[in-house]
């Protein structure tokens, strides 16, 4: 038997030459599992990072009817949001865990695009796992791969252009789509600093953490264990991962 262990993975820094980013995701609480830390940074140094959720999670909590749900999970992304510095949080309220990935999905993500005019376009990890044999889910999927689209969508005016009017303009200025703890993650941005930051903002979503049921699950344990293994590949405590689409030719 070889003594050799495995190489852990090698992260490039990502950039921090940009001004302004909008993160699309599925659900409330999905950008608070690592990439919160990340968002607390940047807005630190003074970038704009808009928040977009597709749906309002009404599906989210057994427990909970969604029309009283939705609402809930919307409080608690506002709240969770301001904790990282984020100010503004877009609700598509798209129904949620029957998203589809087509057309009219890339329409709903292109519009907000073209309203926030981002330097960087955010979602989670969209591929078909999370690592190994821990599948995705389906709306997460969905919304990733429509973003790709919908980022050059929203830079062609041939592409829904009913959607411009009252001076909505296209927006072809989005540099790459950073896919957040993507198992191909290739990037990573140090989150030492805003490490607390990142826990305190998953704990604004109470009521969905108190719905799961998990005897005893510790959100800051919870966060260490995924953001320690980003800080290994990048030689610092705490860092996020992140999976890199540039976009444009070469």
């Not at 999370?130 to 429509?146: C, P, S």
């Not at 998953?202 to 995924?226: K, N, T, V």
């Amino acid at each position: 038997m070889s003594d050799e262990r495995p190489t852990p993975p090698s992260y490039e820094a990502l950039p921090e030459d940009w001004e302004s980013a909008l993160f699309v995701v599925a659900h409330p609480d999905d950008i608070e599992y690592g990439a919160a830390a990340a968002v607390a940074r940047w807005t630190g140094q003074g970038k704009r990072v808009v928040y977009c959720m597709v749906t309002s999670g009404e599906a989210g909590i057994d427990g909970i009817h969604p029309d009283e749900c939705g609402p809930l999970r919307e409080a608690e992304e506002i709240a969770s949001a301001a904790v990282v510095g984020v100010d503004e949080v877009v609700f598509l309220r798209l129904p949620d865990g029957i998203l589809e990935y087509g057309v009219e999905l890339r329409r709903s993500i292109a519009r907000v695009v073209r309203e926030q005019r981002p330097d960087v376009a955010m979602t989670i990890n969209f591929r078909e796992t999370f690592g190994g044999t821990n599948l995705n889910q389906a709306d997460h999927i969905a919304v990733g791969k429509a973003l790709l689209d919908a980022v050059r969508d929203a830079g062609n005016r041939w592409v829904f252009p009913e959607q411009l009017v009252d001076g909505l303009e296209p927006w072809g200025g989005v540099r790459a789509v950073w896919a957040g703890g993507s198992p191909q993650a290739t990037h990573a941005v140090d989150v030492t600093d805003t490490f607390g930051a990142g826990v305190a903002s998953l704990e604004e979503h109470r009521a969905y953490i108190d719905g799961l049921g998990w005897e005893g699950w510790d959100p800051e344990e919870f966060l260490d264990g995924i953001l320690r293994g980003g800080g290994q590949g990048l030689g610092v405590t705490h860092a996020a991962t992140f999976e890199v689409f540039p976009l444009g030719w070469g």
